[in-house]
């Protein structure tokens, strides 16, 4: 497996897209134990805060150098062939997805499956769905994160030039997110609804990464200083919190009984499409951590432990795709039988699946470059 991941790259970003993309594959099945243990359940922000965040970093350092080294057209178009093959893999994952849906619903009897992935409007009009599939405007659940991010690498292809001018656009990130979050806008979806995670304001999360992670040539790269108050202040940020979501999930008859009203209904209102102020907050919390806490050169991120979670985070796109496919499959398993033997088996076959594909997936981009050359040397700044 080593031969196979790119040991020239920024490991704790692999890393980390890598444990997100299992934590979203768990958290998808209902009644899995181990969603107990993923951060949804200790912080305010889950998987989709960690993959956005690190999109954006990633796509700045990766799409950051070419717009250094052959201008913004080049860099753009760059971007938008991206944006293409995302947008085709949304595609093949909706058709999968939703025949795999459909066919477990008429074989299981269980039509609850449609209403719960939100699959009615295309059983009662198919031709309609599809093309709103097609334009983005239908997103079932689990398949809203392509779309977002769809949307947001078309934004950052066209505000690539603000890159070099790194305040400016942060400005403008924030400045955009506060208005959509006090003039309540959204994109419209089908039928009748709104984006599940909205892009005008997720796109301040994501240009948030792309400020840590572009590096422009023969000048400082926008960096946060490392300052023990700082630290402190995440920390307590992340207790707090972590005590408040856990006492919510297990205990909610003690937050009503003990806490005041309002300490409910804040917690209550803390909303996912708009990026909650709370939940923006945690992520950058553990993002400064994280950075800071773990060096980038720490030698257990290219040992063989951590090997599969990097190899997810660099093939995220079919790992991705496949770990939606895999979270139904386990989903209807758990549904028969919830006892660990069945639970062992499906977090593993899951999780060796999804390894498989990142496998396959490296082997085949390496042979169409021609050659399976060592990690270290790989091109840089690449992204998946």
Known sequence: MMQFVRLDRDLRVDFFRGLALWAIFVNHMPGNWLGNVTTRNYTL???????VFLAGFAAALAFGMVLDRQGWFFA??????RVFTLYVAHIFLFVVFTAQVGF????????????????????????RAMLEALLLRY?????????????????????????????????LSLGAWLAVRLLDWNLPAWPDREWMFNP????ALFFAGCALGYRPPGAEPFVVPFRRWLAALCAVLLLATAVAVLLATFRPDYVNDRFPAWAG?????????????MRFASMLAIAYLVAYGIPRGARWLASRPAAPLVLLGQQSLPVFCA?????????VAIEFSDHWPMQAAVNLAGLG???????????????????????SAAPQGSTT
């Open 45 to 51: 922000s889950d998987a989709s805060e960690g993959f």
């Open 76 to 81: 753009a178009s760059r971007v938008m062939g």
């Open 104 to 127: 477990s619903a008429a074989t299981l009897d269980s039509a609850v499956y449609l209403d719960e992935m939100h699959l009615d409007p295309f059983a009662q009009e198919p031709y």
């Open 139 to 171: 997103q079932p659940s689990f398949l809203d994160i392509l779309p977002l991010y769809i949307v947001l690498l078309t934004m950052f292809a066209i505000a690539m030039p603000l890159l070099r001018r790194m305040r400016l656009l942060l400005g």
């Open 200 to 203: 005008l304001a997720w796109q």
């Open 265 to 277: 209904a804040f917690l209550a209102g803390i909303d996912k499409n708009g990026l909650h102020p």
């Open 323 to 331: 770990g939606i496919f895999l979270s139904f499959l386990g989903r």
């Open 353 to 375: 699946a999804m390894v498989a594909v990142g496998l396959v997936t490296a082997w085949y981009g390496a042979e169409k470059r021609g050659t399976r050359r060592p990690a």
